[in-house]
Nanobody, 122 residues
Framework: QVQLVESGGGLVQAGGSLRLSCAASGRTFSAYAMGWFRQAPGKEREFVGRITRITLSGSSADYADSVKGRFTISRDNRKNTVYLQMNSLKPEDTGVYYC????????????WGQGTQVTVSS
């Protein structure tokens, strides 16, 4: 069982930045791909980005088109933490942000955090 706890959300003006953190329990964190998702009020939850586990050749990340070039995902396996750096925030980035763990690396997320609220004012 993996427990995920997000933090770092808050209120920010458009154009500002926030960094979200997702702390994971368990010794298998380094073997998991990790994803970030968000859900705006009245909308479906949507994919934000994902980072693979770290291998000998490193790790890689991919992003939704809506955040590409503005958001960056990174991970620190020593701290069992994955980060979402969000720059140039827009009001449409407002929502609850969730991290999720993908143990098999096949974009199936078995474990989810409780979410952290991000509000971007115009």
């Amino acid at each position: 069982q993996v427990q995920l706890v997000e933090s770092g959300g808050g209120l920010v003006q458009a154009g500002g930045s926030l960094r979200l953190s997702c702390a994971a329990s368990g010794r298998t964190f380094s073997a998991y791909a990790m994803g970030w998702f968000r859900q705006a009020p009245g909308k479906e939850r949507e994919f934000v980005g994902r980072i693979t586990r770290i291998t000998l050749s490193g790790s890689s990340a991919d992003y939704a088109d809506s955040v590409k070039g503005r958001f960056t995902i990174s991970r620190d396996n020593r701290k069992n933490t994955v980060y979402l750096q969000m720059n140039s925030l827009k009001p449409e980035d407002t929502g609850v942000y969730y991290c999720a763990a993908d143990p098999r690396g096949v974009r199936q997320y078995d474990y989810w955090g409780q979410g952290t609220q991000v509000t971007v004012s115009s």
